[in-house]
T-cell receptor
Framework: DQQVKQNSPSLSVQEGRISILNCDYT??????FLWYKKYPAEGPTFLIS?????DKNEDGRFTVFLNKSAKHLSLHIVPSQPGDSAVYFCAASVTGNTGKLIFGQGTTLQVKP | EAEVAQSPRYKITEKSQAVAFWCDPISGHATLYWYRQILGQGPELLVQFQDESVVDDSQLPKDRFSAERLKGVDSTLKIQPAELGDSAMYLC??????????????FGPGTRLTVL
């Protein structure tokens, strides 16, 4: 049972344009959501997070939106840069439980110059 | 900037051999996690420690995998014997104790295991 799903395996955008990566979840107990970026042969790097008490969190070029009723979150990158090319994972947890993160399958973003 | 350290970065072994991976979390982080990531999939939790105690090892194949964090600081993950299906990236992460908006885990560079 895949509790966190990233249905788009890959995404290609032009440099300077917006990248939108999507993530859906099924467990209504999740209340904390995170996005990680991963380059080949490296560990995931924390990007941005959002708790369920908010519907938007912004950090520089990165904004995460949470739609609790739809059990959907998205990561917007504006403007996209070639260095953003990586695999992006969304993850979810039940805060105050064990902190265990449930990850999606990942979306490979390619930003073309 | 504090980082999670892991070694080795790469390990090639033959099936039925024993392998061990080491992780040193960010100083002061009480929680330590071992994840396994198979190519094309997201990381999956193997074991979680709170200080030196195991909090969750429900997904750890205990017939061949073992993990310890004896002094509540660094940790070792062992596989004995290794099987072909164990080829994956093994990731260690650490984090502060879970609370709202601080339930963020920071990952090390990982160990890429290849079993021949």
């Amino acid at each position: 049972d895949q509790q966190v799903k990233q249905n788009s395996p890959s995404l290609s955008v032009q440099e300077g344009r917006i990248s939108i990566l999507n993530c859906d979840y099924t467990n209504s107990m999740f209340d904390y959501f995170l996005w990680y970026k991963k380059y080949p042969a490296e560990g995931p790097t924390f990007l941005i997070s959002i708790s369920s008490i908010k519907d938007k969190n912004e950090d520089g070029r990165f904004t995460v939106f949470l739609n609790k009723s739809a059990k959907h979150l998205s990561l917007h990158i504006v403007p996209s840069q070639p260095g953003d090319s990586a695999v992006y994972f969304c993850a979810a947890s039940v805060t105050g439980n064990t902190g265990k993160l449930i990850f999606g399958q990942g979306t490979t973003l390619q930003v073309k110059p | 900037e504090a980082e999670v350290a892991q070694s080795p970065r790469y390990k090639i072994t033959e099936k039925s051999q024993a392998v061990a991976f080491w992780c040193d979390p960010i100083s002061g982080h009480a929680t330590l996690y071992w994840y396994r990531q198979i190519l094309g999939q997201g990381p999956e939790l193997l074991v979680q420690f709170q200080d030196e105690s195991v909090v969750d090892d429900s997904q750890l194949p205990k017939d061949r995998f073992s993990a310890e964090r004896l002094k509540g600081v660094d940790s070792t993950l062992k596989i004995q014997p290794a099987e072909l299906g164990d080829s994956a990236m093994y990731l260690c992460a650490s984090g502060p104790w879970a609370s709202i908006e601080t339930d963020t885990q920071y990952f090390g560079p990982g160990t890429r295991l290849t079993v021949l």
